[in-house]
Structure formats: C-alpha cells, structure tokens
C-alpha cells in the first residue's frame, strides 16, 4: 500500500572544508549540554554545540576548532574514535548539523549517534586511525583545504590525496536513495504491519488463545 | 544448536527487509518522556500523519521535573513549557501519559517495569539510551533519536540493522557489599566504553540468575555505557513472580498464556552467540569511578591507573580526566572528600536500591560538609519508601527525601552540583558537565558505596563501614 511519495533529496556526495575535533570518546553531554535541550523545537541549537568546552563559565572563549576564525563555514566534522557516545539526544546531530557541519568523519561512532545522523541525512563515515590523524593533519595545516565525499564509490578526496572510507550498506543505500528519512519507508508497508500485530500474542493481551 | 533469545524476538516483530538491507522492526511498546518526544510529534503534525498504534505507547515526565518543588506552573518556563507540550500531545493522540497528577509518575525505565506494562518477548523503545534497562525482563529494548520516535509514532516501526549478540557470563557469588552495579562497572572497564559497539549483551550465568530483578535492571540499563545499546537477561520464574499481579501485567488465564509465550522465547541451553565473554564474581570488589566515563572504573581499594600503564587508545582520555578531576596517577578514590550524595537515578533509585542505603544510614548522622539526597524513581517507590518507614530513616539521618525524577543524572532540573563538587553518585554517567556544573566532578558506585560516603564525608570501602559498630 502506498501511503506518500514523500523521498528526500540524495546524499550521494558532498564538498566542503574540514574542523577537526580531536580526541576519543566524545559524548552527547559536550556536543550539548542538557541544560540547551529544554525545548520543543531543533531551531536554533547550533549556537549550543560543544558549548561547555568552546567557552567558561563568564561567557569567555576556550581554545576550540568551533571557535577558530579559519574553521568557520566548514560543512565536514573529523572526529576520532567513538565519537558521539552516552545519551541518545538527537539535539547532538542536529546542533551540529544547524551549526553547518554536513558529514561527520572518524575513526568509530557510537551506534544511537550514527543512526540519529544518518535519519537526518547527515553521513557518518569512518576511516582507518592512520588515515584519519593523516587527514587531520592535512586540514590542521591548511584549514582551505577542500573535502569531497563520495559515497557510490566511498572515497575521500582530500588535497590530492584519496582515501576509502567505511559506511554501513544500510546507511549507505538509504542517503544514495533519498530514504534516510524512514517514515514514508515503512508506512509503505501498513499491510505488513497490521499482519505482523496480529500475530504477536501480548497486543492483544494474550486474548487470543483464552 | 538453536537461537537466542534476541534472534527469536527480532524475527518475530521483523516487518520486512527494506530496500537499504535494514530490517523494519515492529516495536511492541514505545514509552516517551518530555525531552525528546515533542520535536517527533511536531514532525508528524507537519506531514498530515497521526499516530498509528496510540495504545502502545506510554508517557511519563522525568527529565525536567523539580524534585523539591514540583507545583504548577514550575519556576522555570522553558520545564513548564516542554511540560505542557508533553501533556497536548499525548491528550490530542489518546496516549496514556503518566503525568505528575497521578500516582504513577517516574522515571520511564523504572514505571514500565512496575506497573507490568514492561514484558519479557517484547520489541521497546525509547528516545533514552537507558532504554536497556528493559531488557532485564527478556524483552529487546532500544534507545532511540527524536527521528526513530516520528518513526515509531507514526509507523509503530524502525528501521534497523541487527546487531551481533555477545553473550556475558557471570559465574560466582557475589560477596557482601558488591552489587549488581559493582559487575557492570566492571564489565565496562574490561570491554570497553565502546566494547559493545554493534552488538546485543545477553547478560547471564548463575550470579545473574541469582539478582534480583531490580539488579538485573542495574546491569542492562549500563549496557549502553558499554557501547552496546541493548543488553538482556532472559525471563524466568523471578522475571514472572515479579510481573504477576503487576496494573499492566496480563491476568488471570491471560497470564499463563502469557507465561508459555515467554518462556518459548527465552535462549535455550545450545542457544548461539557470536562471541562470548567470562566475568568471575567471586573476585569482585565494590567499584568506582576515578575518571571522565564510565569505563574508568576501578576496585575501590586499587590505585588509579598510570598513564603509561594503559593502552596508547586510552591515554589521551586518561590525561583529560585527570585533569578535570584534579586527581594524580597512583592515587586511591577511597579517602576523596565528597561534597554531595546522590542516590537516584534509573540506575539505582528502585525500592532494593533504597533499602539497602536506609540500613546502612540508619542511626547515623549524614557528614557534616556533605549535601546529600535520596531521589526515589518514581512515585510508587517513595511511597513505598514511606510506608516502610525508609524516608524517615534517610530524613532522621540528615538526607534530603525528594519527589520521582531524573534529578541530578543528569541536571535538566533544578538539581545541579556547584562549581568545583565532587559528588557520590548512584547514577551511570561521569561526564564532564553531566551533573550541571561544566567543572563539576562525578564519581559513579553502588548506592551502598554512596549511603556510605554520605556519611563518612569520603569515599570508603562500604565493606569495612558495614563492620564498624553503629553509634549510639
């Protein structure tokens, strides 16, 4: 049954410079503290993005790449490993994505945090350990230089140099096809669902067999 | 050789396989609190959609609540304002919302469980990492984006990849003064905070079956601190005792059918696994934290690691801890100064988790450079604490007794460190800032371990404080 033809634009590549965020085991709590999360809508919260550790207490800066002047208008994240652990809060991904960034690229994502990612059609793609401290040096030494992701052939081209990334197939085929914005995806199968209800005793309350 | 327990659920709630290779996953029961709910509903407000299975979610306020003064409208407007939301959304789309007019409003991982509408054989899901909590009943449970909660609502499905099971062994017995959360801090510091990535943890042996169920929930609710987002124990005879007679729970014959379902879903004795890891209890000591992330756990008799002692991967974590904790390499936790107790959270803020703290306080005096409070996890387990005459006890002794909510977890409520404190806390995250205070310090442990630091002003060994005479 098709309920919407709804389909979201392709993320098939993207372009842009690169903000390298160094260091393992960055949580949700610093890409946003909680305190920014008490509203009811995603507007506006790219001002918040790594806001405890780009400033103190009094307002003041901290030295951070999101507050260097050569950074700003980059479109793709460098992170290293396991970046985006702890809390599910999807306000993460999307004060980064209204803070500008399009693509996230490290070494390992924590899995709440790369499909959050991926259901906003922002790509989180990795990239072996050496490739990545090689690709953060690249962008460290010249901040100009121009990233392109491509993701029919998984390469990243940086500065003439190229690399191949990792991205699960899943993940992959839905931002190539336009359906990362699952919604439309499943409701196309409303039969199904109904079908696979019925067959599950506790909807019911285990009814069914009294 | 036959399948386990996740392998049998997920095959029965699997939908179809999607064109992208991800599973559409039928999810049984979809909770939903204040915070990340409200951008879903908007969302599917936007497209024309509604909501396809209004019957099978569940909503509760936790996250912002005050726990001190929770009259209407709250002192601050942006909590009320995400209050008010919570409760249009759920009035307009005929969803039972749990709100604090009635008697069963907490912590969504800690009210689905005690009115039974948590079940073993179930697909759950909720916008919260700890959503794992519910895996202690044998079901399959999933934190989830504020995207996969429109998904949820408006489809009662998700798309998914299905992850690898590992199953987690854990044989011994557990010795005085260890607990259910001393095994899974340990099991993070020896996996990894990132150990789990991409798979499903079957908790299980004898010390496992030997928890109670409120312990086996301490263990799942961690599994994401593990890196794995789901972690469970399959049901058996306690699982069903504990239900049994339980608001939501099925009744009469309803529930032996419902017995025979869940038992046909548990992982057999040949039950397949795609790696499996051995923890021995025998040798476990209370745990707790020296550092940034649950991961950096130690005994609480040992010292903090040295940086060339850990693997290169670790290091510059390492180094940021310490830093931010202002502790050396070398040095022990226990004898640290604490400004604060927390005893609360979806961790441990269940009725065991309170009557354990309350015997050890009892006729003691909480220390005299110390805040400290006890956050029950919802509203049926403070009255029950009241009814067992536990509140009292933590009141005489000199803790704050507060009203059900996620408090200071992690501080989206008036419940925040100051500054530079350093706080014992029953919780599950020691985030940089996650207590309120951006230069605020968590040290995670058992409740035990924080009823004991309340009163001793420092970190001690909840061991040696069991055996110390009780004052007169």
Known sequence: MMVSEKTNPAVDSITGRGIPVRGNDIDTDQIIPARYMKVVTFEGLGQYAFYDVRFKEDGSQKPHPFNESRYQGAGILLVNRNFGCGSSREHAPQALQKAGIQAVVGESFAEIFAGNCTAMGVPAVTLSSQDMLQLMETVEQEPTTEIHLDLRSNTLTAARQSFTFSLPPAYRNSLIAGTWDSTSVLLDNLEQIHQTAARLPYVDGFAAGV | ?472
């Open chain 2, 1 to 472: 050789m036959s399948k386990n327990l996740f392998n049998k659920v997920w095959d029965l709630h699997k939908v179809t396989t999607l064109d992208s290779g991800q599973d559409q996953l039928f999810i049984g029961l979809h909770m939903i609190h204040e915070v990340t709910s409200p951008q879903a509903f908007q969302m599917i407000r936007e497209r024309g959609l509604t909501v396809l299975y209004p019957n099978r979610t569940f909503a509760t306020v936790d996250h912002i609540v005050p726990t001190a003064d929770q009259q209407r409208p709250f002192a601050d407007a942006l909590a009320e304002e995400m209050m008010r939301a919570i409760e249009q959304n759920t009035a307009q789309y005929g969803i039972e919302f749990f709100g604090l007019h009635t008697d069963y409003q907490g912590i969504v991982h800690i009210i689905g469980p005690e009115l039974g509408i948590t079940q073993p054989g179930m697909t759950i899901a909720c916008g919260d990492s700890h959503t794992s909590t519910h895996g202690a009943f044998g079901a399959i449970a999933f934190g989830i984006g504020t995207s996969q909660i429109r998904d949820v609502l408006a489809t009662q499905c998700m798309a998914i990849s299905r992850p690898k099971v590992r199953r987690i062994e854990v044989s011994g017995q557990l010795a005085r003064g260890v607990y259910a959360k001393d095994i899974i801090l340990k099991i993070i510091a020896d996996l990894g905070v990132n150990g789990g990535l991409g798979h499903a943890y079957e908790y299980g042996g004898e010390t496992i079956h030997d928890l109670s169920m409120e312990g086996r929930m301490t263990i799942c609710n961690m599994s994401i601190e593990g890196g794995a987002r789901v972690g469970y124990v399959n049901p058996d005879q306690k699982t069903f005792d504990y239900l049994q007679g339980r608001r939501y729970a099925p009744q009469g014959d309803a529930f032996d059918e419902a017995v025979d379902f869940w038992n046909s879903i548990a992982s057999g004795p040949d039950a397949q696994y795609d790696d499996v890891f051995h923890l021995d209890a025998n040798t476990l000591e209370p745990m707790v934290t020296w550092g940034i992330n649950p991961g950096q756990a130690i005994r609480v008799t040992e010292q903090t690691p040295s940086i060339s002692s850990l693997k290169p991967e670790h290091r510059e974590v390492a180094e940021k801890a310490y830093t931010h904790m202002d502790f050396a390499e070398g040095d022990t936790v226990k004898g640290k100064k604490i400004n604060v107790a927390f005893l609360g959270s979806c961790t441990n803020a269940r009725i065991s988790d309170l009557r354990e703290a309350a015997a050890l306080v009892k006729g003691k005096r909480v220390h005299a450079d110390v805040k400290a409070f006890v956050v029950p996890g919802s509203k049926q387990v403070a009255r029950q604490a009241e009814k067992e005459g536990l509140a009292r006890v933590f009141a005489d002794a000199g803790f704050q007794w507060r009203g059900a909510g996620c408090s200071m977890c992690l501080a989206m409520n008036p419940d925040k460190l100051q500054g530079r404190e350093i706080c014992a806390s029953s919780s599950n995250r020691n985030f940089v800032g996650r207590q309120g205070s951006p230069t605020g310090r968590t040290l995670l442990m058992s409740p035990a371990m924080v009823a004991a630091a309340a009163i001793s002003g420092e970190v001690v060994d909840v061991r040696e404080f069991m055996r110390e005479p009780v004052a007169v």
